[in-house]
């Protein structure tokens, strides 16, 4: 049974996604006036948020349902930004020009999915355990 605060978070995490695969999508097939928008953005974070943005959405069903996958979801979503947040953090101390809100957006990205996984794993319960 989901809890009272899945499905604001489901709702959050939804729109998250399909702002992320819109924003994403627009960096790298939209017009070159979205593409310079983008200004330093690194192409392997760009192609990586926009490919998360569909892991959102399936976190997002997962939260809206109260399945339990929803934290293991959540936890690798998370993972998987950490890893590009380390990744990020090389290609920026190696001299590559970056952007600046890109290093603030991986680790919210990152939060957001640490707490939903936190969140998840102390909701639910078992069939057969007590409330």
């Not at 695969?21 to 690194?42: E, K, T, W």
Request: proline residues 8%.
């Amino acid at each position: 049974m989901p809890q009272p605060w899945t499905r604001p978070a489901a709702i959050a995490a939804a729109l998250f996604g399909g702002l992320t695969i819109f924003s994403g999508s627009m960096v790298l097939f939209g017009p070159a006036a979205a593409q310079r928008a983008a200004g330093d953005a690194v192409p392997f974070v760009v192609i990586f948020n926009t490919v998360a943005g569909f892991a959102y959405l399936i976190g997002a069903a997962a939260l809206w349902r109260g399945h339990p996958a929803a934290r293991w979801i959540a936890l690798g979503i998370a993972g998987a930004t950490l890893v590009v947040l380390a990744a990020f953090a090389l290609t920026a101390l190696d001299g590559t020009k970056v952007e600046a809100r890109t290093a603030l957006a991986l680790p919210f990205r990152a939060a957001f999915w640490l707490v939903i996984a936190w969140l998840a794993g102390r909701g639910y319960r078992p069939p057969d355990q007590p409330t």
